[in-house]
């Protein structure tokens, strides 16, 4: 499938798929045929076990401008503009629940401008690097929409608290590399052409732990965030641990750890 795309570009690195959105003529804005092979893409990985982690990166000067504004069409189909009715806007929307859905960790490398619906890219994953020209903010309401989109509303709160997201949201503007950093939204600034080696270390540490625990740490980090109670947090936490621990993975570990070796 892979050979098949046209707007992003996949590379495997053994257990991890390095993607890159690749349209950098229009600084890697979205399209229509961009949300189709970002839908196939994330949707077929949770059958895979092949992939581990993915890296999410930009080709170009940025990482995504947002919405392809120039692009045509129209009705209200998948294929449907922005503005044009719920088809294409739930169409989209779909990209971002399937990165939450695949079980595999996704670590963004963030340089120049992610907008809009290329800053929910980057809220939709798990870790966040940015390079030193990282500028990202939710430009839907600078075109006189809500900046309640593509899961913003969602993310950003629980990223960086209900004060700063109301900010950001309300006024559009932008949020770079430092504060980033500062308020928890990135992990990590290192200058643009470090991105990739920053991210060997995340990616190291995560390909040591077992499959099934990696999997099963993000599946519980989604659900609890939005758990009603500790009760129910912990009763994910104790099905999680109950089921790791019967992994061959998991006595394999073990038994190396009481023997002193990796």
Known sequence: MAGEYETIKIEKRGAVDWLTLDRPEARNAITIQMATELRAYFGALHEDKSVRIVV???????????????????????????????????????????????????????????????????????????????????????????ACDMGCSYFLPRLVGTSVASELMLTGRFIEAPRALATGLASAVVPDDQLESAAASYVDEMLETTPMGLRMTKEGLNFNIDAPSLEAAMAIENRNQLMCATSNDFRDRMKAFAEGRR
């Not at 294929?79 to 670590?107: D, H, K, N, S």
């Open 56 to 146: 999410l990166r930009g080709a170009g000067k940025s990482f995504c401008a947002g919405l392809d504004l120039k692009e045509g069409g129209g009705g209200t189909g998948p294929g449907a503009p922005w503005g044009a009715g719920m088809g294409f806007q739930t169409y989209l929307a779909e990209v971002y629940i399937r990165m939450r859905r695949c079980p595999q960790p996704i670590v963004s490398l963030v340089h120049g401008a992610a907008c809009g619906g290329g800053f929910s890219f980057v809220l939709a994953s798990d870790i966040r690097i940015a390079g030193e020209s990282a500028r990202m903010n939710a430009a839907y309401i600078k075109f006189g929409l809500s």
